[in-house]
């Protein structure tokens, strides 16, 4: 099921629908604002059988951390430029609010200060290498034990 949050009452209704319900798949939070790549992430996620939550708004996906983090198996989030508004700070959020959910930045540059000192599971510079990018995301959401 893919989901594309749209600002205001869809946002509403779609948080009151993971509040209320257990999904048997993994909710995954995308935040992307380049919508080619959300696209095709958005398929990656789709084919791994996952409940998508995707955005390319920063507070919408805010909202959607504060309302529903703790159900969120794994965030992919573009790092951005801005210094506030960017992955990093929906990684820290996520993981203030829910330490077993799974984080994957994705960025043009290829290295951040912060990735030091974040908690992330992987990091990827665009162009994304899509066949990797498949693999490492099914074993975050699908661990083998």
């Given amino acids: 099921m893919l989901v594309t949050i749209v600002l205001g009452v869809n946002l509403k209704k ?10 048997p798949k993994p909710i995954v939070l995308l935040h992307e604002k380049d919508d080619g790549h959300k696209m095709v992430i958005e398929h990656i996620l789709s084919d791994l059988d996952c409940e998508i939550l995707s955005t390319n708004s920063f507070p919408e996906a805010q909202e959607i951390i504060q309302n529903i ?7 992919i989030s573009n790092v951005g430029l801005c ?50 990018f498949c693999k490492e995301i099914d074993e975050i959401i699908h661990p083998k034990i």
């Fill in 14 to 23: 779609i948080l009151t629908k993971f509040n209320m319900e257990n999904s």
């Fill in 69 to 75: 983090g703790n159900k969120i198996v794994l965030l």
């Fill in 83 to 132: 210094s506030v508004d960017n992955g990093f700070s929906l990684a820290e959020q996520l993981k203030t609010q829910n330490p077993d959910a799974k984080v994957v930045l994705i960025s043009g540059l290829h290295h951040h200060e912060k990735l030091e000192d974040t908690d992330i599971e992987a990091f990827y510079t665009k162009p994304l290498s899509f066949q990797s």
